[in-house]
Each structure stands twice: as C-alpha cells, then as structure tokens.
C-alpha cells in the first residue's frame, strides 16, 4: 500500500488523516551522476569514450531493476521514508539538442514503481555540480558546451575546469578540487550565459535565440520531458511521486562579481590553483600566466605559493566549426568561433591583452548595481516561475523544492505571488570543517554561518570549543538557515535536501581497522542538528549502490555514502514474533519469546552479512586492509517519528545513552485508526530490552513488513494535548563515545582562538 497522500500545511507536511509527516530521507543515488553504459566513473581514464559524450546511456541509473529492490529494501529497512531522486539534464537529453533518451524516461518510470511498492515518499532532483561532467562536475549535456563555444579536451591543459576523467593520474586527483570549478572559466561561463546572457553576452546568438532562452528553455523542456512520462504512468504522481525540486546548488557565476581582477576575501573554497577570472580568460585563451595556490589546511584555506599555468597556446574556445553542423547550431555571425566569447563583449582585449572592463559583471545594462541577493531577487527568480510553472502544468498538486544559492540569503518573496501554498523550502549544509579536512575534529569548530551572517563582530568569537558545543553550534546554524528561509520565502517548510558526512576520514583509517568511532560521532552530530533545527525533514547525501573502499563514490573522490560494497550491511529485524503492547503502565512488558533469528548486540556478528549486488569487482589497495565495518550504522539507523497526530514539538535521539525522546501537541485525541507513528530500530532497541516511559496512552512495538521488509515500528494512541514519550534501548559498542581520535590536535584554548582568528574557515 502506498503512502497518503502529502499536502503542505503551513510549515509541516500532512498526510490524508491531518498527521504530521517528518522526512527521514536520503538521495538515491550518487550513481545517477555518470552514464552506465559505458560505465564511466570520474576515476576512469579514457579521452575516446569520455569526449563521446552524445553515445551514452543512463538507463540503469541510480540502479536496475533487478538491483531496485534490494537497495530500497536496505534503505526501507534503515527507517527511511523519502528520497530524493537523483537525475540529470544529460540522462534525458545526451545525444543532442530535443533528442530525448525515451529508454530513459521508461527506466525511471520502473524504478519509481519500485520505490512507491516500498512507500516511499519521492521528489525529482535535477542535479548538477559544476555545470556537467566535462566540466568536472555533473548536469548538463556535452553539447551545451558546443553551443557555448567551448572545446572540453581542453580543459584542464587550460585549468578552464579540472577534470578528474582527463587528469594524468585519477588516483591522485586532489579530492575536494571539483569546487574550485565554480571560480573557473568553463563554470562560471556557462552559469552566467544559463541566467543572463541576455545581460551580459547579447551577442551570442544561436538558432535564433540568446544563448540564455536556448539552454533554459532546453534543460525545462528535458525536465518537462520526464514529468509527463511519469505523469502518463497514471499511478505515481501524488503517491509516491510527490514533488519537484529546483536545479541543485545554482550558481551565480559572474554575475554581481564587482572586480575579475579579485578573488573576494569570503570565498574560501580555495585549493590547488586559484585563478582570478581574469587570469582565468588569459589562460583560457592560451595565454601563460603565474597564479596563487592553496592547500586547505585545519583552519581553513592558505595561500601555499604560486604556479605558472602555460596551455602554451591552446584555447578552451572552439574553432572548429563541424560541431555547428552536428548539432545543427545555427550562429549569429556576430558570434566568431575559436575567439573568448568575453572578448567580444569587451571585457579584455585579446591583441594588447588588457583588461578593459574589470567591472562588467558587477551591474547590469540599466547600470543598477548587483551582488548576489540581486541575482537571486532577479535572474534565478525568473529561471524559477518559468520552470515551477512548467512543471505544474504536467504535475499540477506537485509540492514544489526552492532551492537557491547554497549558504546565500534566499529569494526575498514572502507575501508576493511568487510565494506559494505548496512550496517548500529546500537548503543545503555541509560541516565545512569536516568535509574538506577530512576529519571529525572534537576540540574545536566554527559558526560558519554566523560569521556569513555578521553575527560576530571578530571571527574568534565563532570558534566553538569542545564537542558538546560543536554539536549544539552545528544544530543552531541549522535553526538560524530555517528562520532566515521563513523570513524571507514565508511560512514553508524547510527540508535539509543535503547534507552528509565524508567517510574517508584520517586517510581512510577506518577501512585500515574497522572502526568508525570518528565517523560515527560526526554523522550522530549532523543528525543532532537536523533533529533539533525544527525543520521538517532531510535528505541525507547519500547513498551510492558501487561505492567501494578505493574509489570511494566513484565521483571526483567524494566519499559521503551511508552504503559501500566493501563495508557489512547490518539485517533488519525478524519477521515473526508477536507485537509488544501497553494499555496504560509506563514499562514495557513484551510477551512471546524470540526466536534465533532475532538481532542484538550480542549476536549482531552471526548475523552480518555482505550485500549481494556489487556493480564491478572492487580493487581495494592492499594498504587498506579487509575490515570491514558497519558504516556508521550506529548514527544512521535512528528512531524517528514518522506519523504525528497533532503537531511535533521536539524529538532527538541520545546515541550515547540509547534514548529517544519525542514530545507533541495534539487537538485531540488519537483516533483508532491514524495512531502517531515511530520508526523505533530493532538495532538500538531490541525484544526484552527496551523500556518505555510515555505520559499517557497505550502503545504497541511490532514489526511492520513492507513488500517483504521487516521494520520495527511503534504506534501510540494518546489524549489530547501536550504529549511525550521517552524510549531507551541498548547502549552500543563502539557507539561514538571515544574521546579521541586520529590526528585530533593537542592544541590549547587560546591557541585555536589565535588560529581561526587569523584564517577564519567561511565556506
């Protein structure tokens, strides 16, 4: 049976029976970043198969149907209710201009069928990173970087993008380099052509149209494309189909950008080379020019010393014309191939190469000067009614995912017709500390967003010290992007549709030994956060079905899967065994007895096994060692509610003391048949050994089983009124309560102050 339907009530979700819905999700999948046939991970080294980019297929993305169930169950079975559903502009529209893959499209419309059996919630992502995969990241079809006048073989010859497919040794592309494409020609470009090229490239004329009309009518119309696929499958939309997110992690480009000669000071992604934009045209037109270098250190970014960038001549702007012809560009002979689009608007002048126009980007034609809050008020607001309106003419109850620029102050449209009653609020957040370092770091962090925000008049004032405080720092910058959201898009929602943990932390430690104490503590300290920002619900990033211990996510090095190949899958629990109820006492008192099937700590190796499906034979380096974990299960498999009858009002999961606690407010009292509904894992709180405190009511644990998956599943009938239960399990082992781990530093209190004062980490 598929899940109610959703409805928005003001800032919560609402099922058929007016209760409350918290998204416990997750976005499946990773893998849906790169074609399956041919199977072209980043890692994989081959000019000819990756430049063909039309001959691709990504029909088996995120996974097949024969693979579908297995990884549905998994994640059905870890106590996740919804998905963000991970595809891209590419899957639908590779082999060129409205050539849509219809193989595609029907694969998709299988695999949702699938997660709907398992009742699933899902919303449609249309993903990218970096503009496309030949610009290092994901997204966009080969061919708009044609249509732009781009040549993607060389690139990073050019440093116009780094791309890990062309780098001279995958094994040693600088992991977290892929951002660093956003400040480089090929990205910045093409997102400033995508929202204004009318603005600031009038010039570029192709096929009858401005650069910008031609690839956003294109990526809406794929995105159309797919909607009334799904919409013609007759049984999705509504049910499991529920919603449509906006475009991921937009960026600005240029545009608002006051000097190209200047890097801003609060642009910290720096690592490897850093050009300026304006050295970035130089070298993008082949000129040799010595850039500063950063490595990213425990404080943040720091100038490492400088390169010199000779592409010796070579252009990333195409000369060769037979690409036109292919795709059937037709251009406005204004436009000349093989020269820097910018120099033909003046920005620089090849011949003397002068820059001419350091501040072209930085107001428009009316001359009304712009920064990021204006682009986001103008030129992504109208990207954003022309594809929300397109999409809710194929899918017209769909609940619709804003999401803007990641960590930007978002669009200012509450009360004006742009804001809407089915509208959610959808926003990113990363630990920046974590992510880039690569490492959970107990003593000290940062309010990163309380310094974006002005909040502290010194950025020492940002650090916070000690774990107890990192966490509650973590949990309230998560708060404050909620209350920013409301305040300025209306009273919505708001959904975490990002956020993660790397799992390749202190150079793979964990894979060396098995234990994942670090990332444990880290993964338990984001859901911490989640659980107390009031926010409706997440998506953690991510699951990826091939993720291995070499490879990792088999994207750009990234490694924030809760799934590998090479790591133990924890069981769900058993099948059979009757339910545990209470009529009115406040201690559990389960009947029946359990069978041998059953899971607990104390037999929770009998009982680990490997996952069945693995996408290729995996290649671990010997120096990673064969111990495998369990991932982090410990802080991902968590109780949660799910069905809330009345309005939540708080509820977390205390993992060092195996204790949940959920408090409500309820108008009336619980109806027979729409009971409020905890996700209660048999991983943490297992038969004869949970205890149940609530302030009224009855109550039953019971394993629920969905299309043949076992879940332990709690329901409580209450009065009405303010409500709350606390349940405790099994402390585990291993279960995040070390104090240290590798490389902490033994730095003092003021020591950190004087570090972070002097390179303050603002991502």
């Known amino acids: ?20 819905i918290t998204f416990r999700g997750i976005n499946v999948a990773g893998d849906a ?24 297929s990504f029909v088996g993305r995120p996974f097949t149907e024969e693979e579908a169930h297995q990884h549905f169950g998994q994640l059905k079975r870890w106590g996740y209710n919804s998905i963000r559903y991970v595809f891209t502009w590419e899957a639908i529209e590779h082999q060129g201009p409205g050539q849509y893959d219809e193989e595609f499209c029907e694969h998709t419309v299988k695999i949702l069928r699938i997660a709907k059996s398992y009742d699933f919630h899902v919303f449609m992502d249309p993903h990218q990173d970096v503009w496309s995969r030949h610009s290092g990241g994901d997204g966009a079809p080969m061919w708009t970087l044609y249509a732009a006048g781009f040549d993607p073989k060389t690139f990073n010859k050019t440093h116009a993008a780094m791309v890990h497919n062309t780098w001279p040794d995958p094994a040693s592309f600088p992991k977290m380099l892929w951002p660093t494409n956003y400040q480089r020609l090929v990205a910045f470009t093409m997102f400033t052509l995508f929202w204004a090229g009318k603005d600031f490239a009038p010039k570029a004329i192709i096929n009858g149209q401005n650069i910008q009309d031609f690839l956003t009518d294109h990526f809406i119309h794929a ?62 037109s082949g000129r040799a020019v010595e850039v500063d270098t950063y490595e ?39 436009w000349k191939l093989g020269t820097c689009l910018w120099a033909q608007h003046g920005v620089w002048d090849p011949e003397k190469d002068d820059l001419l126009r350091n501040d072209y980007f930085a107001q428009n034609p009316a001359g009304e000067k712009l920064a ?61 500390l974590t992510l880039l370092t690569k490492h959970w770091n107990r ?18 004032f940002a650090v916070k010290i000690g774990e107890t405080a990192i966490r509650n720092c973590l949990r309230d910058q998560l708060h404050a992007i909620r209350e920013e959201g409301m305040k300025y898009t209306g009273d919505h929602p708001t959904v975490f549709t990002e956020i993660g943990i790397p799992y390749d932390m202190d150079d793979k430690y964990a894979y060396k030994t098995g234990d994942y104490s670090s990332q444990i503590s880290a993964l338990d300290a984001n859901y911490f956060a989640i659980e107390g920002s009031g926010a409706a619900g997440s998506t953690l990033w991510m699951y990826a079905a091939s993720n291995n211990h070499q490879w990792s996510d088999n994207w750009n090095g990234e490694d924030l899967s809760i799934f590998s190949v090479d790591d133990n899958v924890v069981p769900g629990p058993p099948l059979d065994g009757p339910p545990s109820t209470n009529a009115s006492s406040t201690t559990l008192a389960r009947k029946g007895s359990t069978t041998s099937s059953h899971v607990s700590p104390d037999n929770l190796k009998d009982h680990i096994k490997k ?21 982090a299960a410990e802080a991902f498999i968590r109780p949660s509610p799910i069905a809330t009858h009345g309005d939540v009002v708080k509820y977390g999961f205390d993992l060092k003391n195996a204790t949940f606690t959920f408090s409500l407010t309820a108008p009336s009292r619980t109806p027979d048949d729409a009971p409020t509904e905890i996700f209660l894992p048999d991983f943490h709180f297992p038969s004869g050994q949970t205890k149940v405190d609530v302030s009224g009511g009855k109550w039953m644990i019971e394993t629920r089983i969905v299309n043949g998956v076992g879940m332990q599943w709690m329901q409580w009938w209450h009065a009405e009124g303010e409500q709350t239960i606390k349940v405790t399990g099994v402390v585990r082992k291993n279960n995040g309560t070390s104090t240290t781990s590798p490389a902490d530093e033994e730095y003092g209190y003021f020591e950190v102050l004087r570090r972070v004062g002097e390179n303050c980490l603002v991502m």
């Open 296 to 334: 990213f250190g425990k404080f943040g970014p720091y100038k490492s010393g400088t390169q010199l960038i000779d592409p010796e001549g070579t252009s990333a702007w195409l000369s060769d014309s037979s690409f036109d012809e292919r795709y059937g560009f037709k251009r406005d002979p204004g």
């Open 443 to 460: 003593l000290y962090n940062v309010d990163v967003f309380g310094v974006l925000r002005g909040k502290y008049w010194s950025p020492t």
């Open 611 to 631: 996952p069945e499906i693995q996408r290729r034979p995996t290649e671990t380096s010997p120096d990673l060692g064969n111990h495998p974990g369990l991932r």
């Open 372 to 432: 990021y809050e204006q682009f986001t008020n103008t030129y992504f607001m109208q990207h954003i009614r022309k594809y929300k309106s397109t999409i809710r003419d194929i899918h017209k109850d769909c609940i619709f995912l804003l999401e803007g620029p990641v960590l930007e102050i978002p669009p200012s449209i509450k009360g004006t017709p742009d804001e809407d009653d089915q509208m959610v609020f959808a926003t990113h957040y990363y630990d920046g």
């Open 1 to 20: 049976m598929a899940p109610s339907r959703l409805r928005v009530d003001g800032t919560r979700f609402r099922d058929s029976r007016k209760r409350e």
């Open 223 to 284: 995105c159309e494309h797919l909607a009334k696929r799904i919409h013609e499958a007759g049984d999705l939309e509504d049910v499991c189909v529920i919603g449509w997110e906006s475009m991921n992690e937009p960026n600005c480009g240029l545009i608002g950008w006051q000097d190209v000669n200047v890097i801003p000071k609060e642009l910290n992604m720096r690592k490897g080379t850093c050009p300026t934009p304006w050295q970035s045209l130089l070298t993008g």
């Open 33 to 56: 970043k790169y074609p399956r046939k041919p199977d072209l991970p980043t890692h994989i080294k081959d000019d000819k198969v990756f430049f063909d980019g039309d001959n691709v």
